[in-house]
């Protein structure tokens, strides 16, 4: 049997029956994802090819029919597993509407939902979240694709949802870290240098780099970077010329903009905007 050879192509689009949520389908040969993360839940199907992305230290492999699901602000890759590369579809699904349906599952105010490294294999649970990714990208009747959509996700919490570990909380709780986060989140167009930084924590420019890159996952600049990026979705949601949402971000020039949005979404800024 021949192999297909899948190409670089994506569609990012929205529905109204999952606001603030974005949606993927897409297939990518020689796209490959550099080190970045996303606000929201990453809930992805392979649907055929293989991926292979960095995630929590390990290298994983996520094959056609595997969920290979991205808890919210964690650092991970990816890039094809094999030489024909992969497709699949993904549901960007908002912290707070997950949040709310474990609210709605459990009948009471629930943990934050967490779920492990390990990509997750089950077949059953696969067909639920295509059908529905399929279901709410024709937006034929919103009934039957939101029924869909609770399904799969509700699926996903009910089988796999876990807690999140002490050791990641605390972590993510480090005060030196936050304090650092949001003096990099402030004021994202002014320069900030290194030692700048580390004053704000009162360590030096060594230290300062290590315990942030350590906690997580990426230099200080490049998670700056990342703020920066997941702040142009709104403004380009709501139709801000790319050009304004690029000198408004801080970068450089709008070829700068372009070069790292591409990098972590797979398409440029106004094609994105455009679907």
Do not use: C
């Not at 998670?223 to 304004?244: E, F, H, K, M, Y």
């Amino acid at each position: 049997m021949t192999s297909t050879r899948f190409r670089d192509s994506a569609r990012y689009w929205r529905t109204p029956l999952l606001p603030g949520a974005d949606l993927l389908t897409a297939e990518y040969h020689d796209h490959a994802f550099t080190p970045h993360w996303h606000d929201a839940y990453t809930i992805p199907v392979i649907e055929a090819g293989a991926e292979t992305y960095q995630y929590r230290g390990s290298r994983h492999v996520a094959e056609a029919g595997s969920v290979p699901v991205i808890n919210p602000g964690e650092v991970h890759t990816g890039s094809r597993a094999i030489d024909e590369g992969w497709r699949y579809r993904v549901l960007y699904a908002p912290v707070d509407f997950l949040q709310q349906l474990a609210n709605d599952i459990a009948g009471a105010e629930a943990p934050l939902p967490w779920f492990d490294a390990d990509v997750i294999r089950d077949d059953d649970l696969a067909r639920r979240l295509s059908h529905a990714h399929q279901l709410l990208e024709v937006n034929g009747d919103p009934l039957a694709a939101h029924a869909a959509m609770l399904d799969a996700l509700s699926t996903l919490l009910v089988r796999y949802g876990r807690t999140r570990p002490d050791a990641l909380q605390n972590a993510a709780d480090d005060p030196r870290v936050n304090a650092m986060k949001t003096r990099l989140s402030d004021e994202l167009a002014a320069p900030l240098t290194l030692a700048e930084l580390a004053d704000t924590v009162g360590l030096s420019p060594f230290h300062a780099a290590r315990l942030f890159t350590r906690t997580t996952g990426l230099a200080p600049h490049a998670w700056r970077n990342q703020i920066r990026l997941q702040r142009t979705l709104a403004p380009l949601r709501a139709g801000v010329p790319v050009t304004d949402v690029a000198a408004a971000s801080g970068f450089t020039d709008q070829s700068h903009f372009t070069r790292h949005f591409k990098r972590m979404f797979g398409v440029p800024p106004g094609r994105w905007q455009g679907n």
